[in-house]
């Protein structure tokens, strides 16, 4: 199975119809599609893996701890939140749950999750067309750059987006970028050398944007 995004919709459109995506098994016990955050227009995108728990409880993206840190990046970068396009490759949150009412807890989405989400993230992607998209983490890295992408080996690295088989044919630019996803950072041993690489990462993404104006 995989999400079938209907032809000729708007962002609206497309936040709409995930809503009741059945393109695979999460959306069975995940509490709601967490979709996207932000314009049309951004001239910067950031994919994440997928949401988590608070993120499945509220229904945004990066509302949750990993959030915080990456608003907390992003400023110091220059990016204000409201200015960048935030969403996930795999639009349900993933967990394990020993009992009801037990604390859920993360897992990562396989391949198959990916794919069949992707759908959704080609047609963001080809309305915002934003000049940079970052992709924060394994997952969102292996979504639009293929399963045997590294992020570790890669990161910080401006790669062109024309040219790639999932982009539309009328893309003129732009480029893809990966790094760590906030949660590493959290979970590392040094969170501040953690921190100041996803840092440096992002400022190689704020370079590549065109001077406003």
């Given amino acids: 199975m995989t999400a079938e995004p209907p ?14 995506c059945t393109g695979c098994e ?10 996207s955050l ?3 227009s951004a001239r910067i995108a950031l994919v994440g893996e997928q949401p988590g728990d608070v993120e499945d409880r509220e229904g945004k993206p990066f509302v949750g701890p990993a959030g915080r840190l990456l608003d907390q990046a992003l400023a110091e970068v220059g990016i204000p939140r409201e200015t960048a396009y935030i969403t ?5 949150f993933r967990f394990t749950q020993e009992a009801p009412g037990k604390r859920r807890i993360h897992q990562t989405p396989e391949l ?3 794919a069949a989400c992707r759908p959704w993230l080609a047609a963001e992607l080809a309305l915002v067309d934003p000049e940079v998209v970052v992709l ?3 997952s969102a890295a292996k979504s639009l750059l293929g399963p045997d992408f590294r992020v570790t080996r890669s990161r910080g690295v401006l790669l062109p987006r ?3 088989p999932e982009e539309p044919a009328a893309l003129q630019g732009g480029w893809l970028l990966a790094t760590i996803h906030p949660s590493a950072v959290l979970r590392a041993t040094d969170r501040d050398a953690a921190y100041a690489g996803l840092v440096a990462d992002l400022k190689v993404a ?3 944007l065109t001077p406003a104006g």
């Fill in 7 to 20: 032809s000729g919709a708007s962002l609206a459109g497309l936040r709409r119809a995930a809503a009741s």
């Fill in 26 to 35: 999460l959306y069975e016990h995940a509490a709601q599609t967490v979709f």
């Fill in 38 to 40: 932000g314009s049309a």
């Fill in 88 to 92: 996930n490759a795999v639009k349900h």
């Fill in 112 to 114: 198959r999750h990916l």
């Fill in 136 to 138: 924060l983490g394994a």
């Fill in 162 to 164: 024309a040219g790639r």
């Fill in 206 to 208: 704020a370079s590549a």
